[in-house]
């Protein structure tokens, strides 16, 4: 057993056989994250700097020495707590194998991508304390574990991680059913490295990172056939938008109640229903789905040249789209 080591905490990372998952009961949800502070770190000088192939100074901390360069970490995965097999003990930790999937996450210097790790099934390990708020000691980390095939020098990738530390809101060890995890702080990101020559583990820990459920990106077309995309701001029209199909995307699978257009909600029939219908608004052979949206003067910014359609498809998933506007008085 190998131990991540970050502002307190350990990390039990167990090197596991990934088991069967079970039969899906539900979609799972995808995520995604980035690092905002624009800096990966290190206890190890010669791990960072062989990573990133960039010099590293040193930063003290309540916890020793930490080896700095700029960088960043992004990175997705879905989280499915249905997918999650009985979980295992291994002390404080709890592990549940299958409850994530399909990770992504990249590594960054200044210089461009360092490379990224892929992992098709990966684990959810939770910690409860028992304490209250304001305390370090809970933990959840959405773990790829034991992923392989990026390597630097010596150096092999063998997990990664996103991780909550916090007191307050983790309850009994039970996998969390969303993320992030309710009263959750700001979470970590963590690679977990092993030096194939030495033996030595490393973590590259990025703080500060963005997360977010994963939005999809939509291709859609303002009053489509129209060039430029002009409309009224008076209050008193009425503004279509395509979404446009594509191999991608069947227009069918859209939950048209959600879908919004800078903020309006779709105009509403007679029949209560949204006001789309499916069209080959271009020239393409998919589908398309075009609504039309009640215009309001108070959701529209003089000089603004852009505006943003939001939606989701039936199973939950997000997705946005953007166009060019020109706004007429």
């Not at 079970?22 to 062989?50: D, K, L, M, R, V």
């Not at 056939?225 to 009224?232: A, E, L, M, T």
């Not at 229903?273 to 009640?294: A, I, K, M, R, T």
């Amino acid at each position: 057993m190998k131990s991540i080591k970050r502002c307190g905490f350990v990390v039990a990372v167990a090197m596991l056989n990934i088991a069967t998952i079970n039969a899906a009961q539900a979609e799972p949800t995808s995520y995604e994250w980035s690092s905002t502070t624009g800096f990966i770190s290190s206890t190890s000088q010669n791990a960072i700097e062989t990573v990133t192939g960039q010099s590293a100074f040193p930063v003290s901390t309540p916890n020793g020495v930490r080896w700095v360069t700029p960088g960043s970490m992004s990175g997705t995965f879905d989280y499915d707590p249905d997918k999650a097999d009985p979980p295992i003990q291994f002390g404080n930790f709890t592990h549940y194998v299958g409850a994530s999937l399909a990770s992504i996450s990249s590594l960054s210097s200044e210089a461009g991508l360092i490379g990224t790790i892929v992992a098709d099934l990966g684990r959810v390990i939770v910690s409860d304390s028992g304490g209250g708020l304001g305390g370090n000691q809970d933990v959840v980390n959405v773990n790829a574990c034991c992923a392989t095939g990026l390597t630097f020098g010596p150096w092999t990738a063998t997990s990664n991680s996103v991780v909550w530390v916090g007191e307050g809101f983790q309850n009994d060890q039970e996998l969390p059913t969303a993320l992030p995890p309710p009263g959750a702080p700001q979470p970590i990101a963590i690679f977990s490295f092993f030096n194939t020559a030495t033996g030595e583990n490393a973590s590259i820990n990025s703080i500060n990172v963005n997360f977010r459920e994963a939005i999809r990106t939509v291709e859609i077309d303002v009053k489509p056939g129209s060039d430029p995309n002009c409309f009224n701001i008076n209050g008193h029209g009425v503004i279509p938008v395509a979404i446009l199909g594509s191999e991608d995307l069947d227009v069918s699978n859209i939950d048209q109640v959600t879908v919004s257009f800078g903020g309006l909600d779709v105009r509403v029939r007679g029949n209560k229903y949204p006001q789309c219908s499916g069209e080959y608004s271009n020239s393409d052979q998919y589908l398309d789905l075009v609504c039309h949206f009640q215009d309001d003067s108070s959701a529209w910014i003089a000089g603004g040249d852009e505006a943003t359609l939001t939606g989701a498809l039936l199973d939950g998933s997000k997705f946005e789209g953007n166009d060019s506007i020109c706004l007429v008085p």
